[in-house]
C-alpha cells in the first residue's frame, strides 16, 4: 500500500506532465478515420406542440358563374292577405233621359156577382162588365154591356181579373179577333184569372172585349159569393198609354 507521501508525489507529478503538455506545440492532424456504419435509428420522439398559424394567403380570383338551374315547383298559397280598405266612391254618372208621360186618359169597367154574368159565359161569348168604374176620358167608352170603343189609335194597356169557378181561359178580341198573345188561365183550382197587356190600336174605333175562346170545353160560371157574403166583382182597366 503507497503512503500518503507516495500519492502526492505522484499526483505532482501527474500536474507537472499535464502543464508540460500544454506548453509544447500542437502536432499535425492524423488523416481521418474512415466513417463508421450508421448506427440504429432511435426510439420515436414525443411530437412537438402546434406550430403558429401561417399568414393568410391572397384571395383567390372568382371564378365563372355557373347556369341557372330549373325552376322549381310551385309553393304552396300562402294565407289570405288582410282586406284593404275600402277604394272612394266612383263619380256619379249622368242622369238618364226623361221617360214619355202618360196620356193620363184611362176608364174602368166592372161587374158584380151575383147579378151581373147570372148566366155562364160560353165559349165564344164575352164576360161582361157591364157597370162603370172612374174613368177621366171620351177616348175609352162603353157601346154594350161588354165591349169597349177605343176612340184613338195607339196603344192601350189593358188589364182584367175575372174569378171564375172552372179551370178555363180567357183572351182580349180587338174587332172580334183573338190576341194570341193575350190568352190567359189556369187548370186547376177557383182562383181569378188575370192579365196585364199592351194593345196596338191602328184605327179609330176598335172594338175591345174579354172572351172565352171559340173551342173551349165548357162554359165559364163567374164566381158569386166567392170566400163571403158580399158580391164579388170582376173589373176591367183600359189605359191610353200613347195616341198615334
Do not use: H, W
Request: charged letters at 10%; one cysteine or more.
Amino acid at each position: 500500500m503507497k503512503t500518503s507521501s507516495q500519492v502526492s508525489v505522484g499526483v505532482i507529478s501527474l500536474a507537472l506532465m499535464i502543464s508540460l503538455a500544454a506548453c509544447a506545440p500542437q502536432g499535425i492532424a492524423g488523416p481521418a478515420g474512415r466513417v463508421g456504419r450508421t448506427g440504429a435509428t432511435g426510439v420515436t420522439g414525443p411530437a412537438g406542440g402546434a406550430g403558429e398559424s401561417g399568414a393568410a394567403g391572397a384571395s383567390g380570383t372568382t371564378g365563372a358563374t355557373g347556369e341557372r338551374g330549373a325552376q322549381g315547383a310551385t309553393g304552396a298559397n300562402g294565407p289570405a292577405g288582410a282586406t284593404g280598405p275600402a277604394g272612394p266612391a266612383g263619380a256619379t254618372g249622368p242622369a238618364g233621359a226623361t221617360g214619355a208621360t202618360g196620356s193620363g186618359e184611362a176608364a174602368e169597367f166592372y161587374a158584380l156577382m151575383p147579378t151581373d154574368n147570372s148566366a155562364g159565359v160560353s165559349a165564344g161569348a164575352d164576360v161582361q162588365f157591364p157597370q162603370d168604374g172612374p174613368s177621366t176620358t171620351s177616348d175609352i167608352v162603353r157601346i154594350g154591356s161588354s165591349a169597349f170603343d177605343l176612340v184613338v189609335p195607339g196603344v192601350y194597356r189593358v188589364s182584367f181579373q175575372v174569378p171564375i169557378n172552372e179551370p178555363g181561359q180567357l183572351v182580349l178580341t180587338l174587332d172580334g179577333i183573338d190576341l194570341a198573345y193575350t190568352v190567359v188561365g189556369r187548370a186547376t183550382g177557383t182562383s181569378q184569372i188575370t192579365l196585364i197587356a199592351l194593345v196596338q190600336s191602328t184605327i179609330s174605333n176598335q172594338i175591345l172585349t174579354v172572351r172565352n175562346p171559340s173551342g173551349s170545353p165548357s162554359s165559364l160560371t163567374i164566381s158569386p159569393f166567392a170566400g163571403g157574403s158580399l158580391p164579388v166583382s170582376a173589373t176591367i182597366l183600359i189605359e191610353l198609354v200613347k195616341a198615334s
